[in-house]
């Protein structure tokens, strides 16, 4: 991190104690070092900005753990363990009632996933705020799982629930969902949690990089995500849009037609694990997933050309999606 002096006491204050890597240094330096230990290094960044990415108002605790926990599910998707990251912080101001929670929050979620803070560096802004953090991770050499190997026959699987993100956000801003569930705080409070505090599936990196032949994290939508899976391998894909795994909420947000399944379909900030998987690897997968206290769920098949992917209703109709993906611009 950058030397200052009032930058140096926020450093020492809030982000030293996080830095338990001792190629982090202290924090003392304007670099650290991670030792690779033979591994390849999967190296991942995003940043999460205020008003883009989570709201004015959402607490600093929750903001600390999506902005780390975004940057694991791309390692998680890559089948690969995370080794530790690097911060860069845009404030407005330093408020020990905004960085005490947020460091706070940032080391617990250091330390449930073994990924400590390495560097980084502090800045002041007048506009909104950001978060920028970039993350390493290990993998074997040559075992990273990118998006390229999807080949017709495999099956396509994800992790958790989808769309539930998406509903948090539309309740956090007053949306259908906010006035449906006007009665129901759990599930309000269930699918704001998953809006701002972000699942990610680490616990399954090694059986992603195992028997995964693509994968990537669900963070703008299922629909345009994998619309983008399949573009980098060359093929194409039926999703039958009944497996797609939904929460009870969202389940009974589309059954009250309050919101349509393409809001759910092309909803971002699931940070889900799309895969594709061989046909005779996919219930391995599957019971992993079970093991590890995980839902995985088998949604479609790849198949052979470069059309874009159909999303079949109960009955085999094609769905004609007006929108993949949640856009950032």
Not at 68 to 96: C, H, I, M, Q, Y
Not at 288 to 305: E, L
Request: glycine letters at 10%; proline letters at 5%; a negative charge.
């Amino acid at each position: 991190m950058t030397q200052g002096s009032a930058e140096d006491s926020l450093i020492a204050r809030y982000f030293k104690p996080l830095a338990t890597d001792p190629g982090a240094l202290g924090l003392v330096d304007d670099a650290a070092v991670l030792s690779s230990s033979g591994d390849d290094i999967v190296v991942t960044t995003d940043a999460i900005v205020e008003g883009v990415h989570y709201l004015a108002t959402d607490p600093p605790d929750t903001i600390a753990r999506k902005a780390l926990r975004v940057n694991l599910s791309d390692l998680a998707a890559k089948g690969a363990a995370p080794a530790g990251f690097v911060l860069t912080l845009a404030l407005r101001s330093k408020e020990d009632a905004w960085l005490r929670p947020f460091a706070d929050a940032l080391g617990e979620d250091t330390r449930t996933f073994a990924c400590p803070l390495l560097g980084g560096d502090t800045v002041s802004t007048p506009g909104p705020q950001m978060i920028s953090i970039t993350a390493f991770g290990r993998v074997p050499n040559g075992r990273m799982v990118g998006r390229t190997g999807a080949k017709p026959g495999d099956r396509i699987l994800v992790t958790g629930t989808i769309g539930d993100a998406a509903l948090g956000l539309d309740v956090l801003t007053g949306g259908a969902a906010a006035a449906a569930l006007a009665s129901d705080p759990a599930a309000r409070e269930a699918l704001v949690s998953r809006y701002r505090v972000p699942q990610p599936r680490n616990v399954l990196a090694q059986a992603v990089r195992e028997h995964a032949s693509a994968a990537m994290d669900v963070s703008d939508g299922l629909a345009g995500d994998l619309t983008k899976l399949c573009a980098a391998s060359g093929v194409s894909a039926t999703v039958e849009v009944a497996n797609v795994p939904l929460s009870a909420a969202a389940a009974g947000l589309i059954a009250r037609n309050v919101v349509c399944v393409e809001t759910l379909l092309a909803g971002g900030d699931d940070y889900e694990v799309l895969c594709t998987v061989p046909p005779a690897h996919s219930d391995a997968l599957i019971a992993a997933g079970r093991a590890a206290g995980v839902v995985v769920t088998a949604i479609g098949t790849i198949v052979a050309g470069d059309e874009r992917p159909r999303f079949l209703d109960g009955h085999g109709q094609e769905l004609a999606l007006t929108r993949l993906s949640y856009s950032h611009f």
